[in-house]
């Protein structure tokens, strides 16, 4: 089965930092846009970190800008989200997506969207709880 695995979520005090990890399984990242998506409680789902698949176009959310850093390594099939200083308004369920460099680039895949459009990738993850609270 080709699927996604968010891991890395968790509970910090603001300030605190976490690593989010989204692996392919049966699914080889290599060819594919990754995003790095959240949903907050009554809120749309919308784009934080996207990067494409030969690292030249990577976009961020201007929330995010400065404290969250995404990378690949491809050796591990794996693409992480660093998240720093991070604050109450970030606590959100992150899931990871994953698209088809032909299709889209990083700047596409996390471009804010309108709720009666909403994005949808070849594949989601099923998310990881981000919890920043004191």
């Known amino acids: 089965q080709l699927q996604l695995v968010e891991s890395g979520g968790g509970s910090v005090q603001p300030g605190g930092s976490l690593r989010l990890s989204c692996t392919g399984s049966?699914?080889?990242?290599?060819?594919?846009?990754i995003g790095w998506f959240r949903e907050a409680p009554g809120k749309e789902r919308g784009g934080v970190s996207c990067?494409?698949?030969?690292?030249?176009?990577?976009a961020y959310a201007n929330s995010v800008k400065g404290r969250f850093t995404i990378s690949r390594d491809k050796a591990q099939n794996t693409v992480y989200l660093q998240m720093d200083n991070l604050k109450p308004e970030d606590t959100a369920v992150y899931y990871c997506?994953?698209?088809?460099?032909?299709?889209?680039?990083?700047?596409?895949?996390?471009?804010?969207?309108?709720?009666?459009?909403?994005?949808?990738?070849?594949?989601w993850g099923r998310g990881t709880q981000v919890t920043v609270a004191s």
């Open positions: 997506a994953a698209e088809r460099d032909v299709i889209t680039t990083a700047t596409t895949m996390c471009q804010v969207r309108s709720p009666t459009d909403p994005y949808e990738p070849d594949y």
């Open positions: 049966g699914l080889i990242l290599d060819h594919y846009v």
């Open positions: 990067i494409s698949s030969s690292w030249n176009n990577i």
